[in-house]
């Protein structure tokens, strides 16, 4: 059993919006430079043909989470349903797990001295919603559920590894991408807009 | 955990320096007391937020969901949710008051909604009235040179109204109404108004030139009325001309998911614009960059390529051209008030070169446009007649100087297709509330049923500036009302109201002669929710609330498919009131009370509104009202109801779509649209059809490629003048200018930016935090000026010096940089350097055609700044007061 998010980055506009509503729903705004969710814009080949791809990164509740390997108190761990999930009560703030995550996704906190990250809204997907992300999609490039449900909703083409990722071998994660070609290989470099 | 609001003003700012900034004390501890009342309830929701990340805690069951406004000029208008635990908003959410689909949609919010509440609890909201510390009420005690260095003082509301009163009164008295100004005076032109009126402003503000031609030569401006169809007929074109149009960055919401649903279609677009946008990419758009201000140009030799291939290919519609228009050629050239137009002016001779010797050529337009005349050729003729094409433009490439004919070559272009009147065919702009949806609104919100009930407020004095001149006018001593300098008019201006939401100083052109202006004054009143420009340069700063603090609530739309109603959701904020209660207070300083000025109560105006919502029944032509409204909800509110009806209202029950305990739950009403509904729009459809029996409001009933009104318009404001038919004038500080003087090597553009809307929301730190506003330039630009990744820039115009951090970027055009829209001009005192990368410190009060407002092309130079590293913006201090 597993639980992925699916991104349709051909259709990614890069505006932000979930990014956004993650902060507000788990008021990290209150802690700058903190993201769970973060979009990210990237620019390949030279004028006057050149190419931009958005990617919006989080938790890829993966199935060999490297966070969970290195933990020393347990606080990370992998839940029932499948998704990398935390628990702050015995949480020390070693800032471990965020290093060893080769996506940088646990984010040290340190107005509460804790690691955080995307839970994938477990409060409202308990109730039958979709996480804040999700739901904030302007584009609709958004979903989360179980993995082979999106894989049959969305088609085989999608993918795991971009050229701005690590390679999808070190913790299998569970994100499934509707890639853009020029993702895919060479060097993009970010633009910072 | 402490409390909410000290938990959001702790985080971002010292909670020493808001103790002191707030000593204010008493209106901060009024803000905070107000909290604390309900401190245990409050503290539990808290708890509830820090734990959030445990299942079991279920803030939303602590709490409501409320429909919460969403106000700003961005051209969207979303539908944003905020979950209100005990009077303090603690999350937001979007539309999901039914299921999405693409053709009924969710009014999905863009980042700027979403982040509203923390703007909202922002800790530099303005949080008393206070007062320049060297100035006082008089006209003795100025000191006007000390505007924006002063220190400043908190007054309370009632000495705030008594200064501002006696001001207003004093100056009209002395100086007459003539010496009253105001650009955007909101409510606070009734205070004025009260003792015989003021001097107003105008210009073509984001429209440029589409705000006065297209009723003159028979299209809509794109603001409410649009000459495009509906977002379902797009998905109809084959082809998609983009001029100008970024929707992705400046109509955030729907309009880029609905462009995808006709590129899903199979529709292929092309982008025009000298920045590849994000919209382009996602649309795998053909990107065609184009040196600013030369759109023109472009369209002329489009128009050449029409003709030029016409014989073989078929391209030009001359059926429509012949019965719907009047202009195009010398066969065909209007009769005016019984005198025959010289038939040499006319736009096919000119394109041909017949008499000028000039043919429009791709490679004429190459030289001045920089797009190659291959790709030229190539896309004129893809605009024939029998391609399905949608020829969409934002108002952008007509904000520049000069650029009055450009939308009439514009509609010129368009009728040489044909691409009017038909399925899968468009022609207009397509930008602000109708990005990717034209035709008639289809919800509208009824009347807040305001009134002076003395007709006590009217402007005497009849006098309009232009917006691209006024801040020189009041430095001048004088303003330009038509040509020559016989229509000078002179003026002594010594009060200015900042009464607006619209923050003129930092959004039209030239905040660094509007900043000289201030100074010369006697008097400068602002009143507003944040320390801007305005506020900052003024004597005396009235903080106004915003619109969830207000009893009148918001009911508005924006796309023309939905109506939302937020009423208010939380008590006033710190001491702050609204627009209209500071307007009822220095009125009553006056003498005038609140039902004198506005007949009903705020809250009962707010009642009134749901009265007369309407929208279209299905058959999408009979007018109904929105709401059901019982006998059994007016008795609900009957203290209003009595009210209104005691002021000559029609309250009675009446028949609606739905009931009216839905529509305030909602918070929204949106038309339910599908395939094949009767909500679709065909522009011109009936006009083409029998242009005789359907004559659009033109002189000539038609579309005038030669236009008389059009060019007695502009030739009448006395800058500049243009021909009747759409002849390619260069633009003051254009490419040409720059090629010819030399003196400048940059091109600037000015685009509307995710951040802000405007300059609405540039000061909420989580937006500073996900766009660092640098400015773009491209990677050979840089190279050749030694510029890297993450420098400081300087640029300079003729008007003044800002500095930004650049990204380099080959995704916009050599020679061109993106200055982005709406920062907060932030000077340096010490370099007279502005630090906020300001649009409007690089623009200048220069007016041409029909007043103007130009952006899309400013002159300037660009070299790695050799001061200190500019600081990232999210690591700046609030611009907060703080009281000695």
């Known amino acids: ?193 | 955990m402490s409390k909410y609001l000290e938990k959001v003003v702790n985080s971002q700012f010292s909670r020493r320096d808001f103790l002191k900034g707030s000593a204010v004390a008493t209106a901060a501890v009024a803000g905070l007391s107000l909290m604390g009342s309900r401190s245990s309830s409050i503290a539990k929701a808290e708890e509830e937020v820090s734990t959030a990340h445990d299942p079991v805690v279920d803030l939303e069951a602590q709490g409501e969901w409320k429909t919460a406004a969403c106000w700003n000029n961005c051209g969207g208008r979303c539908l944003n949710k905020a979950l209100v635990v005990d009077g303090v908003v603690v999350r937001q959410k979007t539309d999901d008051t039914h299921e999405d689909t693409p053709d009924y949609l969710q009014q999905r919010a863009c980042p700027r909604g979403r982040v509203r509440r923390m703007e909202v609890y922002a800790p530099d909201r303005l949080k008393t009235p206070m007062k320049r510390k060297h100035w006082q009420p008089g006209g003795q005690e100025i000191n006007g040179e000390l505007r924006g260095l002063d220190e400043w003082e908190p007054i309370s509301w009632d000495e705030a109204f008594q200064i501002v009163a006696s001001e207003v009164k004093r100056i009209s008295e002395t100086y007459g109404p003539r010496s009253m100004f105001a650009t955007s005076a909101g409510e606070a032109g009734k205070i004025m108004n009260a003792v015989g009126g003021y001097i107003q402003a105008d210009g073509t503000l984001s429209w440029g030139s589409w705000y006065e031609g297209p009723d003159y030569f028979g299209m809509e401006d794109g603001f409410g009325e649009y000459s495009t169809n509906d977002r379902l007929d797009l998905r109809n074109c084959e082809l998609i001309v983009m001029f100008g149009a970024n929707p992705a960055w400046s109509s955030a919401g729907n309009p880029t998911y609905n462009f995808l649903q006709a590129k899903k279609a199979g529709a292929k677009f092309i982008c025009i614009d000298p920045i590849y946008s994000t919209t382009a990419s996602v649309m795998d758009a053909q990107w065609i960059p184009i040196h600013p201000g030369t759109d023109h140009a472009l369209l002329l030799a489009l128009a050449y390529v029409m003709l030029e291939h016409d014989e073989e290919m078929g391209l030009v519609d001359w059926d429509f051209l012949n019965r719907c228009t009047v202009g195009f050629d010398a066969e065909h050239m209007p009769v005016i008030e019984g005198v025959e137009i010289d038939p040499k002016e006319n736009l096919k001779d000119y394109i041909l070169g017949t008499y000028d010797g000039v043919p429009k050529t791709p490679e004429w337009a190459s030289e001045i446009t920089g797009v190659d005349p291959a790709v030229i050729e190539e896309l004129g003729i893809k605009l024939g007649k029998d391609n399905k094409v949608a020829l969409l433009t934002g108002w952008a490439p007509a904000r520049t100087h000069n650029s009055d004919s450009m939308p009439q070559m514009f509609m010129a272009l368009g009728a040489m297709g044909g691409h009017m009147g038909l399925s899968g065919h468009m022609t207009g702009v397509s930008c602000h509330y109708g990005a990717s949806n034209g035709g008639k609104n289809l919800v509208g919100s009824g009347s807040a049923g305001t009134s002076s009930t003395k007709g006590i407020f009217s402007n005497t004095v009849r006098e309009v500036m232009s917006q691209s001149e006024m801040w020189d006018a009041i430095l001048k001593g004088w303003y330009t009302n038509g040509p020559g300098e016989e229509n000078r008019k002179e003026i002594d201006i010594k009060l200015i109201y900042h009464g607006g939401t619209n923050a003129h100083m930092q959004t039209m052109p030239g905040t660094n002669e509007a900043i000289e202006a201030m100074r010369k004054v006697e008097f400068v009143v602002t009143q507003t929710t944040f320390f801007n420009t305005d506020a900052k340069y003024s004597d005396v700063v009235l903080p106004v609330n915003s619109m969830w603090e207000r009893e009148e609530g918001y009911m508005g739309g924006g796309n023309r498919e939905i109506l939302v109603n937020a009423p208010k959701i939380i008590e006033p904020l710190f001491d702050s009131k609204s627009d209209r209660q500071v307007a009822t207070g220095i009125l009553e300083a006056m003498g005038i009370s609140e039902k004198d000025t506005y007949g009903i109560s705020a809250k009962a105006s707010w009642f009134n509104k749901y009265f007369g919502a309407w929208t279209y029944d299905e058959d999408g032509a009979t007018r109904v009202p929105i709401c059901t409204i019982t006998q059994e909800d007016i008795d609900k509110y009957s203290d209003l109801a009595e009210e209104l009806i005691a002021a000559g209202k029609k309250i009675e029950p009446q028949e609606g779509k739905i009931p009216f305990a839905k529509f305030l739950e909602d918070g929204v009403y949106t038309v339910e649209r599908k395939e094949g509904d009767n909500f679709g729009s065909i522009a011109y459809q009936a006009f083409r059809e029998d242009p005789e029996a359907n004559k659009l409001r033109t002189e000539s009933g038609k579309l005038e490629i030669y236009c008389r009104r059009l060019k007695a318009a502009v030739d009448g404001y006395g800058y500049t003048t243009i021909n009747a038919y759409p002849t390619y004038n260069p633009c003051l500080d254009g490419y040409e200018q720059m090629k010819a003087e030399g003196k400048f090597e940059f091109q600037v553009i000015n685009p509307h930016y995710l951040r802000r809307s405007h300059t609405i929301l540039d000061n909420v730190k989580v937006m500073r935090e996900a766009y660092p506003n640098p400015v773009l330039i491209n990677a050979s630009d840089a190279a050749a000026k030694g510029i890297a990744e993450g420098d400081t820039v300087l640029l300079t115009s003729d008007y003044g010096k800002t500095l930004r951090k650049a990204c380099v970027t080959e995704t916009i055009m050599p020679g061109v940089i993106g200055v982005l829209h709406g920062t907060w001009a932030d000077i340096d005192p010490e370099t007279g350097i502005d630090r906020a990368g300001s649009d409007n410190i690089l623009t200048g009060n220069k007016c041409t055609g029909q007043r103007i407002c130009a952006w899309n092309t400013t002159l300037a130079n660009m070299e790695k700044y050799d001061g200190p590293e500019l600081p990232a913006d999210v690591d700046m201090n609030d611009r907060m007061v703080v009281f000695e």
């Open chain 1, 1 to 193: 059993m597993a639980k992925a998010f699916y991104f349709d980055m051909t259709s990614c506009i890069g505006c932000k919006a979930c990014q956004i509503a993650c902060k507000d729903k788990l008021e990290v705004e209150m802690s700058p430079g903190v993201f769970y969710r973060k979009v990210s814009s990237f620019e390949t080949g030279a004028y006057p043909m050149p190419g931009r791809f958005n990617y919006s990164a989080s938790c890829n509740h993966c199935e060999n989470p490297a966070c969970v390997a290195v933990c020393p108190t347990g606080a990370m761990y992998k839940a029932e349903d499948g998704t990398v999930q935390h628990d702050d009560s015995i949480c020390d703030g070693c800032k471990m797990s965020a290093m060893a995550c080769p996506y940088k996704v646990p984010q040290y906190v340190a107005s509460i001295n804790k690691v955080h990250k995307c839970d994938a809204c477990r409060d409202l997907t308990a109730k039958g919603k979709n996480p804040a992300c999700v739901d904030a999609c302007v584009m609709r490039c958004l979903d989360f559920g179980e993995k082979e449900d999106l894989i049959a909703k969305y088609g085989p083409d999608l993918v795991s590894d971009l050229a701005i990722l690590p390679s999808s071998e070190i913790t299998s994660p569970n994100v499934l991408i509707k890639a853009k070609e020029n993702a895919l290989e060479g060097e993009p470099k970010e633009m910072l807009v």
